[in-house]
């Protein structure tokens, strides 16, 4: 087997895998190593009873045709093998307890308009939140990429509260609690997440929100697919055991069977403690600096209930529902383990493979704290403890309980339930603890909490979620700043990912 390369990736997440791609594209001999049977991380699917279930990506935005996720993908050349089901024009419903249903809709005509019909005393603020949001969302907009840069500074916004400055926009209880209804996608916590990324996030899905039809390990593998096909390799089942330096550069990857690969650079797509827990002793790396990467706070776990559906028993919902219990606070999402009882839970359908009338597999996801899994966080799946296994069962029930309270219907037409906790995510994406979005990022701190692309070593860069943003758009936009360190930005950005330039064009004839 080949053991030199231009560049190793370490770990096949999304991030992983369009690093690989946009590398290998290039010329570049890149070889991505995965610990995992397959490809994929968070896009791995698993199946049961004949369905296969998605794991962490659950819905996707900026993907309308000239949407700059959709553009990458393009880019990436896996736009046409994917099967997108764009949602609902009302793609979002936010039910704060008690107090009705919420729609976010596609366009920001639409949402400016349905938000203020229903709240018309805060028009001015409805209008001044979607000029901020949609200003955010544009500094990475095509119009940049052809100015030959990723971005146009809407990161200076990682500073800025997103509760704030929603609490700036409007004065209304009820429409504060709107605005700030999906903020499980981000990790969401009142006092730290920045408006940075509310705002692409958002931006992103009222752009265009979809899901992926047949399941998102499609994504992963069309992704390895046009690596292999640009002479990438990719090793599965290899897990990196230590990264050898020498000074200030990285001299090779060493995996668990005892093989050395060599490479003029190395790109880690894993947790940023996992990267420099693979490197020895050495004066580059001084104590300070690794106890503060081994000590950065992660964001919250999931819960995950995956309910496989009789056929035809209960109809497809082509929209995604965010629940919250009565008089709580919709920044106070995680799950009451005292009492037993959840405050929040995503409803998240996936398209049906059969029927398109009828839904086969449906999610229920809530955010959960990751410390109460810990007394368990050495076992292995499929031989956890009794304990471990009863807290698990306790919480997908309450979990279904309260779907179904609101969701008549649904608890007849369920056939069988599965349950994840974050000791499986860790099992998928290796992040400590199972923490849903990586490194929990502060607008307090911005300088503590936000991890650069380059690292102390010359050859060494980071990509991933725990960079910057977390989510799809995030990871790809990470991707693309860690890739243009090697490509440079300009010719990244303006010969590449636009989408008019005469490479863009000869890329979709390939």
Known sequence: MQEEFDIIVIGSGLGGLECGVMLSREGM?????????????????????GHSIDTGMHYVGSMQQGGIMRRYFDYFGIGDSLEIRP???????????????????????EFRRHLTSLFPREAAGIARYCDKIREIG?????????????SSGGVKYLGASAAEFIGECVADPLLRSVLAGTNPLYGGVRERSPLYHHAMINHSNIEGACRFAGGTQHIADALAARIREHGGTILTGCRASALHTEGRRITGVELADGRILRAKSVISAIHPAATFGLIGPTPVLRRAFRDRMAGMPGTYGLFSVYLLLRPQSFPYI????????????????????EAMRPKMVLFSAQ???????????????????????????GSAPGRRPEAYTALKTAVAEHLTDFVCERLPGLRAAIEQTYAATPLTYRHYTGIPHGAAYGLQKDCRNVMATC?????????????????????????TLSAAATC??????????????????HCFSELQAD
């Open 87 to 109: 949602l609902d024009e009302a793609f979002d419903i936010v039910s704060p307890g008690g107090a009705g249903e919420f729609a976010y809709m596609h366009g920001y005509d």
């Open 451 to 475: 991890i650069p692309v380059r690292t102390k070593f010359e050859n060494l860069l980071l990509t991933g979620q725990n960079l910057t943003v977390h989510g799809a758009i995030g990871v």
């Open 484 to 501: 243009a360190e090697l490509l440079g930005t300009e010719y990244l950005a303006k010969n590449r990912l636009d989408g008019t330039s």
């Open 138 to 150: 544009d500094s990475i907009g095509v119009e940049v990429h052809r100015s030959g840069r990723l």
């Open 318 to 337: 082509n929209r995604n529902l965010y629940y919250y219990a009565e008089g709580g606070d919709v920044w106070d999402t995680l799950f009451d383990t």
């Open 351 to 377: 398209p049906p493979c059969a029927d398109p009338a009828w839904s086969e597999v449906v999610t229920l996801m809530a955010p959960i704290a990751t410390d109460i899994w810990s007394a368990w966080s």
């Open 29 to 49: 001999g890149v070889c991505i190593v995965e610990q995992a049977a397959v490809p994929g991380g968070c896009l791995q699917s698993f199946r049961r009873r």
